[in-house]
């Protein structure tokens, strides 16, 4: 098992933090931080749970991924878009802690 | 047909539990149909460092620093980015509406900038340029006076935020990580470029009671209310003693 952390700044200035854990091939644990805003707030643990298992050769799809998870549960993001989760996610990956 | 009345709690000040459950409860009220309308301003004593519901307090907050200083520590129930309240040099304000009452923005942003007037038109008041800047900043030509932060639930909506009176930036770098790695005299000019105070913006020490007494005025003219001093009810002090354990517990402190 491999941990991985990246901090990513989004365009505009709210920080993205990521800290996870790589299990044969895949996204077995991950913790999405930050100062950006969502609504409603228990959605961020929904949407780390439905990462979980994501395989890390299949990355690429983590903006659809996230995407399909926001526009399904009503989520609104403030100071974020699904593409700097997923660039975030995809930094972490290439960094490990 | 009248001004509308809403409920002014002014509060003085308290421990950061107390303060974030006083908000809370005011809110679960507002849920349950039994809060009216409220603006509150408060401060907090001893100085407290709080942080965003979706942030890690190890990542942002030197907890050493904060236990030596005696700065409370508190994860909010809202999201975005640390806020360092200084006793004696910060004010903060909460405002608690139905959605319902109709005025608010349903688009969060544009409720950011509704509910920030209040802000925005007492600083004015005050001589200052303020301004609102998205997402949730006021700002004085490009340095930001204020932070603001909304959740909503339940068809209630809370907003608080805090206004710079006089900042005590070597306690900032100690309390806070960020740029901690970078506590140069460069660091500190930079922070000093983004950020402003009453003070340094009004060239005096500025007077609590008299800084409270505008932005509520302000808060009337952006409302269009009428605030009238009140109080908490039994219930929300009740909801309140009960939400302070939460807020003093260490698994939602460290929940992140």
Same mark, same amino acid.
């Given at each position: ?25 895949? #996204? @077995?644990?991950?913790?999405? *931080? ?8 228990? =959605?961020?643990?929904? &949407? ?11 990355a ?9 998870? #926001? @526009?399904?549960n009503?989520? *609104? ?8 989760? =997923?660039?975030?996610? &995809? ?7 | ?5 809403w ?8 421990d ?12 679960q ?48 129930i ?24 109709g ?10 900038r ?49 206004l ?21 005299d ?71």
């Open positions: 098992m491999s941990v991985c952390e990246a901090e990513y700044k989004v365009a505009g200035g709210k920080m993205i933090r990521i800290r996870l854990n790589v299990k044969e091939g895949a #996204l @077995s644990s991950i913790r999405i *931080t930050g100062d950006f805003f969502m609504h409603p707030e228990e =959605a961020l643990e929904k &949407l780390e749970s439905s990462l979980r298992g994501v395989k890390v050769e299949e690429e799809g983590l903006e659809r991924h996230i995407d399909a998870f #926001l @526009s399904e009503h989520v *609104t993001v403030l100071g974020a878009a699904s593409r700097d989760f =997923a660039a975030a996610i &995809l930094k972490a990956l290439r960094t490990p802690a | 047909m009248g001004v509308e009345e409920r002014y709690l002014d509060h003085g000040a308290s950061a539990c107390t303060n974030m459950a006083v908000d809370e409860a005011v809110l009220g507002s849920i349950r149909g039994v809060s009216p309308p409220t603006l509150r301003l408060y401060t907090w004593k001893p100085s407290a460092v709080s942080i965003g519901f979706f942030q890690s307090v190890e990542q942002e907050v030197d907890l050493e620093a904060c236990r030596e200083l005696g700065v409370d520590v508190i994860r909010r809202t999201g975005g980015g640390a806020v360092y309240h200084d006793r004696q040099g910060e004010l903060t304000y909460s405002i608690v509406v139905p959605e319902s009452w005025k608010t923005p349903k688009d969060f942003l544009e409720s950011y509704f509910l920030c007037r209040g802000l925005v038109l007492g600083l004015r008041q005050m001589g200052v340029e303020a301004e609102f800047t998205p997402i949730n900043d006021i700002t004085v030509r490009g340095r930001k006076i204020s932070g603001n932060a909304q959740t909503r639930r339940s068809g209630s909506i809370l907003q608080h935020g805090t710079l009176l006089q900042t005590d930036i070597p306690t900032i770098f100690r309390v806070l990580k960020v740029s901690k790695e970078k506590l140069s460069k660091a500190v000019r930079a922070f000093e470029g983004r950020v402003t105070t009453l003070l340094k913006e009004t060239g005096r020490k500025p007077e609590l009671e008299r800084v409270k007494e505008t932005l509520k005025k302000g808060f009337e003219e952006a409302l269009e209310v009428r605030l009238t001093p009140g109080r908490l009810t039994e219930g929300e002090r009740a909801e309140a003693e009960k939400l302070k354990r939460k807020y003093s517990s260490r698994e939602w402190t460290f929940r992140r």
